[in-house]
């Protein structure tokens, strides 16, 4: 690359570096009856437990198989969170539900190293050159690529059945191009907004390296939770995160990973994810329509 298109992107790494952190400085929860408030927005007593039940809410969707991530980002732009703070903070604030996942994996991974080994690097890696993506790209250009960002997740969200009956034929095998193209665009993906990135790495996995299911998860929440640990480091040091918001979130969201197996056996699995996709959808246009 020319020096004169490094500096150019060092530059805008910087500027958008900045603009994260003076979202992330001057967010703060509208007060009663504030234009913010009556246009759906929570109010500054309501915020803190607003975020714990967000979180509890996508720790038990996380459980469900869901994604996170579709309630975690809407419940952050209701709090008033701008977008791109809203993401980097919903990757972090999701970290230590995805932790316990990937802890509980146990024996479901035990005999998995060899593929650990081979997909765990690349897959790390790649994520973190998309969370490089997003800090260099300009918050505008982040604002109107979100919604289809939203929708694509929520539609991977709808189809979750049809991806999890795929089974591995026997004898067949994908070409490695189309595995490096793929894991490749789920991990760039993941580093850069990642709602949806674990269904489509599930798939993968089916597909290429474990044809059981409930292993395939496992060894899907190991590699995410890997893979989003340099990203959110990365949003942390660049003081893109909003705690005051993440930790509320975050801490809901172990609660919901805690409950989430005993909820899940109340309320059908069906009615979350459906709940969860439909609305994804309407906040995309909702978000479309604000960015034009």
Same mark, same amino acid.
């Given at each position: 690359m020319? @020096?004169?298109?490094?500096? +150019? /992107?060092? @530059? /805008? +790494? &910087?500027?958008?570096? &900045?603009?994260?952190?003076r979202a992330a400085e001057e967010w703060s929860v509208p007060p009663p009856g504030s234009p913010a408030c009556q246009a759906g927005g929570v109010d500054a007593g309501g915020a803190g437990a607003f975020l714990v039940v967000a979180g509890v809410v996508a720790g038990v969707i996380g459980t469900s198989g869901g994604v996170t991530s579709l309630v975690a980002y809407p419940a952050l732009l209701v709090a008033g969170v701008p977008p791109f703070a809203a993401n980097v903070t919903a990757s972090v604030a999701l970290l230590g539900s995805g932790a316990s996942s990937a802890l509980r994996a146990g024996r479901d991974v035990a005999g998995a190293g060899p593929v650990l080994r081979r997909w765990l690097p690349p897959i790390v890696l790649v994520s973190l050159a998309g969370a490089v993506l997003l800090v260099v790209t300009p918050g505008a250009v982040f604002d109107r690529v979100v919604p289809f960002l939203v929708a694509a997740g929520s539609v991977v969200l709808l189809l979750q059945p049809a991806i999890a009956r795929l089974q591995v034929r026997r004898g067949s095998r994908l070409p490695p191009l189309a595995v490096a193209a793929w894991g490749g665009g789920v991990a760039l993906y993941n580093g850069?907004?990642? $709602?949806?990135? +674990?269904?489509? #790495?599930? /798939?993968?996995l089916l597909l290429t390296?474990? !044809? *059981?299911?409930?292993?395939?998860?496992?060894?899907?929440?190991?590699?995410?939770?890997?893979?989003? #640990? #340099? !990203?959110? *480091?990365?949003?942390?040091?660049? +003081? $893109?995160?909003?705690? @005051?918001?993440? #930790?509320p979130l975050g801490a809901g969201a172990v609660i919901g990973g805690l409950i989430g197996p005993s909820v899940a056996r109340r309320v059908p699995a069906t009615v979350l994810r459906v709940l969860v996709g439909l609305s994804g959808l309407v906040l995309a246009v909702v978000l479309l329509v604000r960015a034009g």
């Open positions: 020319p @020096r004169s298109g490094v500096a +150019g /992107t060092v @530059r /805008t +790494g &910087r500027a958008a570096a &900045r603009e994260a952190l850069y907004f990642g $709602a949806g990135a +674990g269904i489509l #790495l599930i /798939t993968l390296a474990e !044809p *059981v299911l409930h292993r395939a998860n496992a060894l899907k929440n190991v590699i995410l939770v890997a893979a989003d #640990l #340099l !990203p959110a *480091v990365l949003f942390a040091v660049l +003081g $893109a995160v909003v705690w @005051r918001a993440a #930790l």
